[in-house]
Nanobody, 125 residues
Framework: VQLQASGGGLVQAGGSLRVSCAASGRAFMTYYIGWFRQAPGKEREFVAA????????KYADSVKGRFTISRDNAKKTAYLQMNSLKADDTAIYYC???????????????????WGQGTLVTVSS
């Protein structure tokens, strides 16, 4: 599967933005989807994940209550709605897809088989 992240941009602190992850391939609905981010000079970190059916979601503590992950399997697209954005949310946001995950958990890089190219989100304070 190939993933294309989009929707990043410049937003003021306190504002909202939705980033999307469009997938190619026929098996999108069987993949677990995750969002990660990498800020300048920092390691990539987990943001959110959603199961194939959308019934299970997981969030990093830093975004819980502000971000919402969702997916539309018919459109082969996953979304990350980001509200109450802070300057600390500035990063390149990556989406990833996992078929089975192996022994890892969805908050770990190693869980995922495929990665998109990233979209830049800049929050001005």
């Amino acid at each position: 599967v190939q993933l294309q992240a989009s929707g990043g941009g410049l937003v003021q602190a306190g504002g909202s933005l939705r980033v999307s992850c469009a997938a190619s391939g026929r098996a999108f609905m069987t993949y677990y989807i995750g969002w990660f981010r990498q800020a300048p000079g920092k390691e990539r970190e987990f943001v959110a994940a959603i199961s194939w059916s959308g019934s299970t979601t997981k969030y990093a503590d830093s975004v819980k209550g502000r971000f919402t992950i969702s997916r539309d399997n018919a459109k082969k697209t996953a979304y990350l709605q980001m509200n109450s954005l802070k300057a600390d949310d500035t990063a390149i946001y990556y989406c990833a897809a996992a078929q089975s995950g192996g022994l890892a958990t969805p908050d770990r890089d190693s869980y995922y088989d495929y990665w998109g190219q990233g979209t830049l989100v800049t929050v001005s304070s």
